[in-house]
């Protein structure tokens, strides 16, 4: 809630008095306002509640945080407003048991279970006017003509080098069944995160990473999983976390 203010008017020679404690009370106000007006700068804005509905749509002007506490199956049906490039988060918490999240335009669906949180990243294309989920399990992809950009995950065979392309999703999944390098993925936009995911198959694999990044031995029937996030800036992919 923002904070309020009675204002004080401030006349010669009357109460109130200029004193210590109507001068700190000022100063709070102050204080607060350049608080709120360095967090507008900076992009910082609360997190939006979103009411539980069967169906629900996104407003990206509002923030980049939205939070719905699902008592009941709910489609994401679109997501409205932003800016090229801008991010939002979608929290959803499943209550009272499991729901299922589904995606307008998209063939697939999420299944969240009682008590836990599905959380999902979504980009916006303002060229081709589509919001794509760049980080979470999601579905099939959408059918054309539709806002919302859900990926699949993306199975690549094992190659002695391998190459994930951005543009195809946000998870990829490996079964290693011989060492092999992996090469920073390609088509990326900025600040996208992709997720590889490599399952040791047949014996311990190695894991080896262009660029020189130290290497990573998967037991047998191990797996290994990292997520990449690309900088534009540098044309370069930074392994967030493994």
């Known amino acids: 809630m923002p904070e309020t203010f009675s204002p004080i008017i401030w006349r010669n ?12 009370r000022l100063e709070v106000g102050v204080d607060a306002i350049d608080v709120r007006a360095a967090a507008l700068e900076r992009g910082i804005t609360a997190p939006v509640t979103v009411p539980y509905a069967t169906s629900i ?15 009941g199956d709910l489609t994401l049906d679109d997501i409205v407003g932003g800016t090229n490039g801008q991010a939002i988060v979608l929290e959803v918490v499943a ?24 959380i999902g990243t979504f ?12 980080d979470g399990s999601g579905g099939g992809s959408s059918s054309s003509g539709n806002s919302l950009n859900i990926l699949a995950p993306q199975t690549i065979a094992w190659a002695a080098t391998i190459t994930p392309n951005a543009a195809l999703g946000a ?9 092999f390098t992996l090469n920073a993925p390609i088509n990326g936009i900025n600040g996208q995160t992709v997720i590889v995911e490599v399952t040791a198959s047949g014996g311990s694999r190695l894991l080896s990473f262009a660029g020189g990044l ?27 976390d493994r």
């Open 171 to 179: 998870l990829f999944r490996i079964v290693a069944i011989g060492d």
């Open 214 to 240: 130290s290497s990573v031995v998967i037991p047998s029937g191990g797996r290994w999983a990292g997520a990449f996030r690309y900088d534009s800036s540098g044309d370069v992919w930074g392994l967030d």
């Open 13 to 24: 020679d009357q109460t109130p008095a200029i004193n210590e404690n109507n001068l700190n």
């Open 95 to 118: 209550s009272g048991t499991s729901r299922t999240l589904h995606f307008t335009g998209s063939t697939d669906s999420i299944d969240v279970a009682a008590g836990q949180r599905w």
């Open 57 to 71: 749509t996104l407003n990206a002007t509002q923030g980049a945080l939205f939070r719905c506490t699902a008592t």
């Open 123 to 134: 980009r916006h294309d303002s060229g081709a006017n589509t919001w794509t989920l760049t």
